[in-house]
């Protein structure tokens, strides 16, 4: 028999009963898992963060158009501070900002991480692969994780207000130029460059800890958001000094690649989302 379209009311109730189900599936995913044992961590060398680097501009040379498309709205969110930092009161933050990049860098390389595990399958990498991500079921995990780190910036940046406030506020600077020798010519200005230097590698640290395999073991597998932090966590620390590694790679690449106006990052962060994947296959059993 052949099928009918339906009015719309039915078509509607239809589409809220399937994305319903899809709701409900997601939000059991979070918590549970099909594993029978915990993801084991491997030994990590320098020769996995190299090939890691090599493997994520192979996938980029393969959809660089796909990968910068996906992305551009980094760039755009990252000019909007800028212009948002422009003003006197936000001037201070401006590089905190741009440093909180590497914060909520895992969350924009999700829908990368997606597309890197197509191609590693044998398929063709479209654009649209990308967004195959909110039909996962730990979909739901991901957005979890990714309020997580959202709120990790938001107290980064509440943490390097009061650093200045302390140190070379409480009033905004007069100028930029005023606020940049004030930062470089005086003792105040010394200390918090300091302070918020340590404070925010914690910050990094901490984020880095969360999420350095999380996204990508829980696209690749049925595990549970605990389950997928639990395993970032124990790579890090049998792997010590090769992510910390991997952590300054990208703090340094977001940095460089924020000078040029951030026009860097549309390549940069497609580059590192491709390699992220990759070194999650080397670290994780």
Request: glycine share 10%; aromatic share 10%.
């Amino acid at each position: 028999m052949a099928k009918t379209i339906g009015n719309p009311l039915s078509w509607l109730l239809q589409g809220a009963e399937t994305t319903g189900q899809h709701f409900g599936k997601t939000v059991g995913e979070m918590g549970s898992s099909d594993v029978t044992e915990l993801p084991q961590a491997r030994r990590l060398s320098m020769d996995d963060l190299i090939h890691s680097l090599a493997a994520g501009l192979e996938d980029f040379a393969a959809c660089r158009s796909d990968a910068m498309f996906l992305v551009l709205f980094y760039p755009v969110i990252g000019i909007a501070l800028i212009v948002m930092s422009l003003s006197m009161n936000l001037l201070p933050l401006i590089v905190p900002m741009i440093m909180g990049f590497a914060i909520l860098g895992p969350i924009a390389a999700v829908g990368l991480y997606e597309m890197s595990s197509r191609r590693e399958a044998g398929f063709k990498p479209r654009w649209m692969d990308a967004f195959g991500v909110i039909r996962s079921p730990a979909f739901g995990a991901i957005l979890v994780l990714g309020f997580y780190l959202a709120a990790l910036f938001i107290i980064w940046l509440v943490a390097a207000d009061m650093i200045y406030i302390r140190t070379l506020g409480p009033e905004p600077p007069a100028s930029i130029l005023g606020f940049a020798t004030a930062v470089v010519t005086t003792r105040e200005g010394w200390i918090m460059a300091i302070a918020g230097g340590a404070l925010g590698a914690v910050f990094a640290f901490a984020a880095l800890a969360m999420s350095l395999v999380s996204f990508p073991l829980l696209l690749d597998r049925h595990v549970g958001l605990p389950v997928a932090v639990a395993t970032s966590i124990k790579v890090l620390r049998k792997n010590p000094v090769i992510c910390i590694t991997w952590g300054v790679i990208v703090g340094c690449a977001l940095l460089i690649a924020a000078i040029p106006f951030l026009a860097g990052l549309i390549i940069v962060v497609p580059v590192l989302g491709h390699a992220t994947w990759h070194l999650y296959r080397r670290a994780v059993k």
